[in-house]
């Protein structure tokens, strides 16, 4: 019998594997140590969306949504958009349900990403950017921000804008270092895009975990620049059921129309019951996002409180779930495997920060994510506070 050599297709994406988040989690798993490397919470989200997807699906909610998504869940999210920004975008041409965040980030960026332009990104970055903007044939250019503050410079910033720049990329609150941009930030920005051809996708996943005494800034609040943006959105992150993978993104008519021809023949639709379970929770129950800040703030006080006692030093945290912890004074290891040995010899497992940039990082940071119950935040400090 002859035997045929099997096909290995000419990867569009060589440079990449599993991701870190894959990874320590596995790791986490193998070593039965408590995961704070991925982000996503230990807990349930609440008990009226839960009840209401059963209704839903019992009710025979289980056909396709329309691709834009269910008309009542955009008006919902139109009527949110408009309490909290003070803007309220037309739900029929201006919101689309998402896959998720992620689907929203890459339907966008295929959507304005043309082959050879330019896309402008901030260091420590999402990890999802990348690979997209390479996908669509663009070129990357990176911004590298410092700890332990991670402003940007704007003069740096200014420098790399040019005709070839085609889109940039925001992320506010900033996963992975926590901070937040203000309305100076998003004034500097349009002030170095305005004479150009250059639209914004701003990450705004973590929208009602901000910490500032401000509140969250985002991009739809600045007239000017949401008529070239694409600001995108997680109900995932907002009710704490990220396997739920529903998303949404707000966007003038324009860009709606090119993100929802991507959208369309990515995944067409989004999950019917779940679309109609989150228009009861947020008709019955905007307080759950309202409060949401205060929710985590606690926990993220309570775990740097037991933290305390340790060598781990903390940075500040102005929003998201996540908490930056440098380390150099337990060891001098590249964070990489700092993480590792975290994982396998302590029983805590974090995300090491130089994943999320291109250069080198020489920083001596990690990532723990505090969207964990308090007993599991109680048990984590415990063995770190030791090292």
Not at 80 to 91: F, I, S, V
Request: hydrophobic share 40%; aromatic share 10%; proline share 7%.
């Amino acid at each position: 019998m002859n035997s045929i050599t099997p096909l290995k297709p000419q990867s569009r994406l060589p440079a990449l594997g599993t991701t870190i988040f894959t990874q320590m989690s596995a790791l986490a798993v193998q070593h039965q140590a408590i995961n704070l490397s991925q982000g996503f919470p230990d807990f349930d989200g609440p008990r009226l969306l839960q009840e209401r997807l059963a209704h839903h699906v019992a009710r025979g909610a289980n056909q396709y949504a329309p691709m834009a998504g269910v008309p009542a869940l955009r008006e919902a999210i139109a009527d949110k958009t408009r309490e909290l920004y003070g803007w309220q975008p037309d739900p029929d041409a201006e919101v689309t349900v998402t896959a998720g965040a992620t689907e929203a980030l890459f339907a966008s960026i295929t959507a304005l990403v043309r082959p050879g332009d330019e896309v402008i990104c901030f260091d420590p970055s999402y990890d999802s950017y990348a690979p997209a903007v390479q996908l669509a044939g663009g070129v990357l250019k990176r911004l590298p921000l410092a700890p332990p503050h991670f402003r940007v410079d704007w003069q740096a910033f200014r420098e790399r804008v040019s005709e070839r720049t085609r889109l940039v990329i925001i992320n506010t609150p900033h996963n992975p270092t926590a901070t937040v941009w203000r309305e100076e930030d998003f004034a500097a920005l349009w002030q170095a895009i305005a004479p150009y051809e250059i639209y914004v996708l701003s990450d705004e996943v973590y929208e009602h975990i901000c910490f500032d005494p401000q509140g969250h800034t985002s991009v739809l609040g600045h007239a000017s620049l949401r008529q070239r943006s694409i600001a995108v959105s997680s109900f995932g992150k907002t009710f704490h059921m990220t396997g739920w993978k529903v998303g949404y993104c707000v966007a003038p008519e324009a860009l709606s129309a090119e993100v929802r021809k991507v959208h369309q023949y990515l995944t067409f639709s989004v999950n019917t019951p779940a679309q109609f379970a989150l228009v009861d929770m947020l008709r019955a129950e905007p307080e759950h996002y309202r409060e949401l800040p205060d929710f985590y703030r606690q926990r993220r006080d309570a775990f740097v409180q037991a933290l305390a006692p340790g060598r781990l030093e903390l940075l500040p945290c102005e929003g998201t779930y996540f908490l930056l912890a440098d380390y150099s004074a337990i060891s001098d290891s590249d964070d990489v495997s700092f993480c590792r040995w975290l994982t396998t010899e302590v029983g805590v497992a974090a995300i090491p920060l130089s994943v999320f940039c291109a250069d080198p990082f020489p920083h001596t940071l990690i990532r723990l994510c505090f969207a964990k119950a308090p007993e599991t935040l109680s048990a984590a400090a415990e063995r770190l506070v030791k090292l």
